[in-house]
């Protein structure tokens, strides 16, 4: 069962980046066929165009993500009065009360996702899978600085040497990635591709102000459990896929002269020529279906996995994942066709040292190798008496009450008593 799990957070992570990749470089028949043969650098057939929707694939992500309301309703576990739990506070419909956070609270980081995993995709269509997902760790960076900024959070000296170890990373990735773009006469050239990494380092500016903001609102209430993982991420999905309609009507406005979309004829991003497009080809449909789904799965196992393993495990699984959407990036380019995928570049050897200084950055940051880090780069702990549902008193009792933990959240957080992590802290994991 641990290996289907973490086998399941490995598939579906990697999926969704490969997914996402496919569908950018797949032909579709579009609603301008006479736009699309206008445009010098459409390689396509006649009446069709490569499926350059990404704010669209984004919302396919809100719809998953939303599905995890269903599960949280479906899984919520009731405490029966009768089993000596008198002391734990329980809600109208009988389960463990939570922390109340009104849904509305929902909407600021649903507002960042919306745009960080907007820039994110428009900037994995100038870029391979594998470099897009290795310019991700750039999360960790903005999570360090706004951890101090926002949450007034003191890091220790190490962790700062590992945010410096995980830019010269990027720097690497970035460099191997332009130099790449110049020694190539097709694509985009240079500036597409710095322009990519320009954007997909920027959102992760997004999605860790999201994850700052939402530990400033999820503190725990004493007396009450943490709001569940499966609630917090399918509220977001629904305020997410709320901006999203709305996003994408104003997108898809037409405009007046020369924007260089010409595709959908001034508009920056066409709603309906991309329902025409996955209503005309059966396999986008097929990718696009898929991937909601599977955005679901890899959300509820990867809460799954922070509930039951390590951070160790869940670095080692985000690490893998960039090998595997790697390795099938070759085998579609070398195996499928040269459409689909990316082939070895004269500076593969770059990138791969830029993987391994990420690796390493990120390997530090978590504290996973305690011997490379010096003493002196660590400081005093400090011990923070911070709120939580259970106190370690009952942490015994709480374990052995078969109804208790029944729910995971609760038997989770007995777990957890006394050194829960933060969401800051386990950004990279």
Known sequence: MPFLLLGSMLFFGSYNTINNKLQYQMCAPT??????????????????KTFDKPWLVNMYMFIGEACLIIVYRLTRK?????????????DGAGAVAETRVPFYMFAIPAFCDVFGTGLAAVGQTHLDA??????????????????????????????????LIVCVGLGIVGLAASLDAKASSAGQGASGQLAGCALTVGAQ???????????KILKVVPGQKKVSAKKVVGA?????GFFMCILLGV????????????????????????????????????????????????????????KKFTTVVRCLIDSSRTVTVWGVSLLLYYGVSDKYGSGITPHTWLQLIGFFVLFLGTVVYNDL????????????????????????????GILANPDLTEDEDIADQAREVGHGTSLVDRVAA
């Open 31 to 48: 609603l301008y066929p006479e736009a699309a043969k206008a445009d010098p650098n459409n390689r396509c057939g006649p009446g069709e």
């Open 78 to 90: 009731k405490v029966s009065r009768a089993s000596g739990s008198a002391a734990v506070p329980l």
């Open 130 to 163: 594998a470099i897009w997902q290795m310019l991700r760790s750039a999360i960790i960076v903005f999570s360090a600085i706004l951890a101090k900024l926002l949450l007034g959070r003191n890091l220790e000296p190490f962790k700062w040497v590992a945010v």
């Open 205 to 215: 500016l997004c999605a860790a102000f999201q994850m700052t903001f939402e530990e």
């Open 236 to 240: 977001e999905g629904i305020w997410g």
């Open 251 to 306: 997108m898809s406005i037409p405009g007046t002269g020369e924007d260089g979309y010409p595709d959908v004829k001034g508009s920056f991003e066409s709603l309906p020529d991309g329902l025409y497009m996955i209503t005309h080809k059966w396999e986008l449909l097929f990718l696009s279906l898929t991937y909601s789904a599977s955005v679901a799965i890899y959300n509820l196992s990867g809460i799954t996995v922070g």
């Open 369 to 396: 190798a305690p011997s490379l880090i010096p003493n002196c780069l660590r400081a005093e702990p400090v011990e923070e008496e911070e709120p939580g549902f259970l106190s370690n008193a009952s942490f015994d």
